[in-house]
């Protein structure tokens, strides 16, 4: 059976967020077990009949990726690579509290998938660890699946790709999991054993580090690694036959190896990557991936179908795919909308995963019947492409105007030692000062009023009353916990980047295209279309009336332009360059105007600054130029009193410390908990300016008592001078409950207490 056109893989949470319901009812013990299984089980079905109704008809063209919490975790347990703090518990217990911890079992550190805004869960393993066959979910979903009539293809994180992510444990932390390769190789020798007894065709295993140099093994030893596990898995009598795909990025400097080690299909990015020149891969299919599936702009279908044909020239059987699964996009553009002209223009120039898939579809039918069978479609998407290049807003000159007019002294402050002194004279803060990230949980009397606001039962002056009682109430309990820096708990945001997107020429929002960032978590990636530029204040009164309320200074919040990038579709037809100065523009102008209330202290966000890095390391430092350099745009406008923070979490930073210290803020909170604190043997020596490693993991329901964040803030003294040190949590509270955060909020602070006496 030959591989069809196909997608790498789809959604996994559910065109109405059907996941997410079912895990959090289900850990909310509203639902049994059997419940939530039955809850994805249906999903699943759906999803295959959804992809069949598109036109995935052919045998194995519609792929299994359906995962409970993340596709890395579910291949960590398939080999039983799971810690032995979780030895006392079994099944989905042991998963999910590897993914989330609970109140015995610290979760594993969770960090961001490739240059994407996926967090997936790094598996923690050692010379002890017990390396076997142990987790037959996906020969069951296979059966699941062929018993209600389809033949799916399972989707494995590949063995190379799944030791490459992960790290050693605390018992053996400099372990390198690579070695454990011919073991893992075993366990997955039995799964193709199984899936073959099953009567699965085919089995997907995806390989993106081989797309990458951005990990500590080098691109040339995961492809002599990956060249030598293939070959022997391809040399197993009992396998189904086996699809290779390197996602993400250029896979151009393995692919002749792969090609040769018997597997039957290899899958290319040919968005961000190319094939070899002059590169053979007779008696291969060659799954040719020319629809983004990171982003939701309309495929090129002319551009799409030279590249097939360029694919061709190798020899092999060339079919249409996906450079990446679509997990990354909305499902479908069915019910969006949006006002006029804009509805048009965006229904004209988008496609979300369903519609991504009819591109496979059109592609395939080209590849078959021969291009002038689709000359309509790749009429129409050429003149799509053509119309929205002179479509209102796209071009803006008044904007461009000002990013040709910028110098470098626009980005740049004075002597940080200076500023320094003439901050903590402002401020008058004691050692070891604690604060948080920025958001608080929000209140269920605040998500009812939204709703009321959005349905009209809540005038706008009854609305803002109620943000202010939140704001109101957030200072209060900062005040009453014996925080040093507040903040307001940004109580009027509905997301922390689609906040601004809404209040910025520029972008669109949509109604329904969520997308999973881990677990049960989505949000809601805004459209950015056009120039990007400010008319209006991004929320500075909220600030200001928080500061009003307290004596003590409160932080002013802001995401900055790196991650609105980020955490956006952002568009294609200009530099990320000149886009990130478009947005550091609008923000230096708010930071202005927060200044000129009287805040002293004021936050611009950059969690994603490790994310965007290229997986190439030619392009490091042309990325790490303009990100680092828009940053400074939009923060070097202000007094050299005025205390600038960033922050930054679930990514590995070590790679990109020197660049985090040219950011040039006065303080950078980081995401350090997880980790114990492991990003700091890299800062001593590089930072100048002060550092906030976050000693409690916000992203599991696990209360930090006293004595283990007192443990963590020791940890960090080790490498950072008590003079230079706060106190935080790893990232913003929203996701939490009030009384785990009030608790681990007063622990917090006693820890602080407790170590300043000390000192």
């Given at each position: 059976m030959t591989l069809p056109s196909t997608i790498l893989g789809y959604p996994r949470i559910g065109a109405n967020r059907e996941l997410k319901r079912a895990l959090e009812s289900f850990w909310a013990a509203k639902t049994t077990r059997e419940e939530f299984l039955d809850a994805t089980r249906s999903l699943r079905l759906a999803n295959y009949a959804r992809l069949t109704e598109l036109g995935l008809t052919e045998p194995a063209a519609i792929p299994d990726t359906h995962t409970y919490y993340d596709q890395v975790l579910d291949a960590a347990f398939l080999a039983g690579i799971i810690p032995a703090r979780f030895a006392d518990l079994d099944g989905l217990d042991a998963y999910f509290a590897a993914a989330r911890g609970d109140a015995s079992h610290p979760a594993n550190e969770m960090t961001k998938w490739f240059d994407t805004n996926y967090h997936y869960i790094v598996p923690e393993i050692d010379s002890t660890t017990a390396v076997a066959y142990t987790d037959r979910q996906v020969v069951a979903r296979y059966t699941e699946a062929a018993e209600a009539g389809y033949t799916v293809r399972p989707v494995v994180v590949g063995p190379v790709t799944l030791l490459a992510l992960?790290?050693?444990?605390?018992?053996?932390?400099?372990?390198?999991?690579?070695?454990?390769?011919?073991?893992?190789?075993?366990?997955?020798?039995?799964?193709?054993?199984?899936?073959?007894?099953?009567?699965?065709?085919?089995?997907?295993?995806?390989?993106?580090?081989?797309?990458?140099?951005?990990?500590?093994?080098?691109?040339?030893?995961?492809?002599?690694?990956?060249?030598?596990?293939?070959?022997?898995?391809?040399?197993?009598?009992?396998?189904?036959?086996?699809?290779?795909?390197?996602?993400?990025?250029?896979?151009?400097?393995?692919?002749?190896?792969?090609?040769?080690?018997?597997?039957?299909?290899?899958?290319?990015?040919?968005?961000?990557?190319?094939?070899?020149?002059?590169?053979?891969?007779?008696?291969?299919?060659?799954?040719?991936?020319?629809?983004?599936?990171?982003?939701?702009?309309?495929?090129?279908?002319?551009?799409?179908?030279?590249?097939?044909?360029r694919a061709r020239a190798t020899g092999a059987r060339v079919v249409a795919s996906t450079t990446t699964s679509l997990q990354h996009v909305p499902h479908t553009l069915e019910g969006e909308v949006w006002d006029e002209p804009l509805n048009a223009n965006l229904h004209a120039w988008l496609a979300f995963a369903d519609e991504k898939v009819a591109e496979i579809v059109t592609l395939d039918r080209g590849l078959r019947e021969g291009w002038d069978a689709i000359d309509a479609d790749i009429a129409a998407s050429t003149a799509a492409f053509e119309q929205r290049a002179s479509a209102d807003g796209v071009t803006v000159a008044s904007v461009r105007e000002r990013t040709a007019a910028l110098r470098p002294e626009d980005r740049r402050r004075g002597d940080a030692v200076l500023r320094r002194s003439l901050q903590r004279a402002r401020l008058d803060l004691p050692l070891l000062p604690t604060t948080t990230i920025g958001s608080f949980p929000q209140r269920s009397e605040l998500r009812v009023a939204r709703a009321k606001r959005r349905s009209g039962e809540l005038d706008e002056a009854g609305y803002r009353e109620v943000l202010k009682n939140e704001i109101r109430h957030v200072i209060e309990l900062q005040e009453e916990i014996g925080l040093d820096v507040l903040v307001h708990g940004e109580a009027e945001r509905n997301d922390m980047v689609q906040y601004f997107a809404e209040l910025l020429e520029g972008f669109a929002v949509t109604h329904n295209g969520w997308v999973q960032s881990y677990g049960s978590r989505c949000t809601r990636p805004s459209i950015l279309w056009g120039d990007v530029y400010r008319t209006r204040s991004l929320g500075g009164e909220w600030i200001e009336y928080a500061q009003s309320l307290t004596s003590k200074p409160v932080k002013g919040m802001l995401t900055g332009p790196v991650t609105i990038i980020a955490w956006s579709f952002p568009r294609r037809d200009i530099p990320l360059g000149e886009v990130a100065d478009q947005l550091a523009l609008a923000l230096r102008d708010e930071v202005a105007d927060l200044e000129a209330k009287g805040i002293t202290v004021i936050q611009v966000d950059e969690p994603a600054l490790r994310e965007l890095l290229p997986l190439d390391e030619a392009r490091h430092e042309d990325y790490l130029g303009w990100s680092v350099g828009a940053?400074?745009?939009?923060?070097?406008?202000?007094?050299?009193?005025?205390?600038?923070?960033?922050?930054?979490?679930?990514?590995?930073?070590?790679?990109?410390?020197?660049?985090?210290?040219?950011?040039?803020?006065?303080?950078?909170?980081?995401?350090?908990?997880?980790?114990?604190?492991?990003?700091?043997?890299?800062?001593?020596?590089?930072?100048?300016?002060?550092?906030?490693?976050?000693?409690?993991?916000?992203?599991?329901?696990?209360?930090?008592?006293?004595?283990?964040?007192?443990?963590?803030?020791?940890?960090?003294?080790?490498?950072?001078?008590?003079?230079?040190l706060w106190v935080n949590p790893d990232c913003g509270l929203k996701t939490r409950a009030y009384a785990e955060t009030e608790q681990s909020l007063r622990n917090l602070v006693d820890a602080a207490q407790s170590v300043r006496e000390r000192l």
């Open positions: 992960a790290k050693g444990t605390e018992r053996e932390p400099d372990f390198d999991p690579l070695t454990r390769i011919d073991d893992v190789a075993v366990a997955y020798a039995a799964l193709l054993a199984e899936l073959q007894g099953a009567g699965a065709p085919w089995v997907q295993f995806d390989e993106p580090t081989l797309a990458t140099d951005n990990l500590p093994a080098s691109r040339a030893r995961l492809t002599e690694i990956a060249a030598r596990v293939y070959s022997q898995l391809a040399s197993l009598e009992s396998r189904p036959q086996i699809f290779l795909a390197v996602p993400y990025g250029d896979s151009s400097a393995s692919f002749e190896a792969l090609a040769a080690t018997g597997v039957e299909a290899i899958g290319v990015d040919l968005d961000r990557g190319s094939l070899p020149e002059g590169a053979r891969a007779e008696g291969v299919t060659l799954a040719a991936g020319v629809v983004d599936g990171r982003n939701i702009w309309r495929t090129d279908l002319r551009e799409a179908a030279d590249k097939l044909e940053f400074r745009l939009a923060t070097s406008g202000v007094r050299e009193d005025t205390q600038i923070h960033t922050h930054l979490c679930y990514s590995e930073f070590n790679q990109i410390i020197g660049a985090i210290a040219a950011l040039d803020a006065d303080v950078t909170s980081v995401e350090a908990a997880r980790s114990r604190m492991e990003l700091l043997e890299s800062v001593e020596g590089t930072f100048t300016n002060d550092i906030g490693p976050g000693v409690w993991d916000i992203h599991s329901p696990r209360v930090p008592d006293t004595a283990e964040l007192t443990d963590l803030i020791s940890a960090a003294l080790r490498n950072v001078a008590a003079d230079h």
